[in-house]
């Protein structure tokens, strides 16, 4: 029988089972073997606990707001959009303090948070910002100025009345009135005029409805004695028909001689 040999300069059965067989079956190789393997399932367990965190976050168990002068701890959580009991992390954190940095209510912001297997708890640190100027409702005549200001504070927290003069809340503002006179089924826009002394700084702002005229029809002057109404009445009869506004009877009350109330 012939046996074939393979070519002298074949080395490939050598070099596969000499050395390769030598160190795969060595107590150090094994032991290496044992502890890469080790190793490599530590870090595949570790990668998949940080995704699950990072991906639902921690229980959030509480929040504590610290260097509030005016406003209280409730206001600034609500405005914040976190909730006990929701899961949160570090995304929803920096969400939070955003948006209560973007209202102009606070000239400084920042938290911190620490977490354990049972969930979160979160500090909020805040300076408020009092630099602050009223706000004017010029022809809401739906509704008192008491009746506006508990409105708007109930679908904005932190509203009491002022607003920044840098900062969106009275954006905010502009936009929960355009939803009040929406769920009043009442046309119009909201819109808003800061006022001020020209090249001064922005004293107030005034919110008016656009785009629904509102008319004078009638003035009356109840408790005006009658020597006054005929004056008062011929100062009347320049508004009859013009659109009303809270600044426009300001003026005429400025100019009418008896400096009598509209």
Request: with cysteine; aromatic share 8%; proline share 5%.
């Amino acid at each position: 029988m012939t046996q074939l040999l393979p070519p002298a300069n074949d080395k490939r059965i050598s070099n596969e089972i000499c050395f390769p067989a030598l160190l795969y079956n060595s107590p150090v190789s094994r032991f290496l073997r044992r502890s890469l393997v080790a190793l490599l399932i530590l870090c595949i367990e570790l990668c998949a606990q940080d995704s699950t965190k990072s991906k639902l976050g921690y229980k959030l168990l509480s929040i504590h707001v610290t260097g509030l002068n005016h406003f209280k701890e409730d206001q600034v959580i609500a405005a914040s959009g976190l909730k006990l009991g929701d899961l949160a992390g570090e995304k929803q954190f920096e969400q939070a303090a955003q948006k209560l940095g973007e209202t102009g209510l606070f000239s400084n912001l920042s938290y911190k948070y620490q977490y354990s297997t049972a969930g979160c708890n979160l500090d909020l640190q805040v300076a408020e910002n009092d630099q602050l100027v009223p706000i004017t409702f010029d022809n809401f005549v739906w509704f008192s100025d008491d009746e506006l200001l508990g409105l708007l504070h109930s679908k904005l927290p932190l509203f009491e009345g002022r607003v920044p003069a840098s900062g969106n809340l009275a954006d905010q503002v502009a936009e929960a009135l355009k939803r009040i006179l929406d769920e009043r089924k009442i046309f119009g826009e909201a819109e808003y005029h800061p006022a001020g002394a020209l090249n001064g700084p922005i004293t107030s702002y005034l919110y008016q409805v656009n785009l629904h005229p509102i008319l004078v029809r009638n003035v009356e002057f109840p408790g005006a004695a009658n020597g006054e109404l005929p004056a008062l009445q011929a100062a009347a009869k320049t508004l009859s028909g013009q659109d009303y506004t809270r600044t426009k009877m300001r003026v005429q009350e400025e100019r009418n001689p008896f400096n009598t109330s509209w």
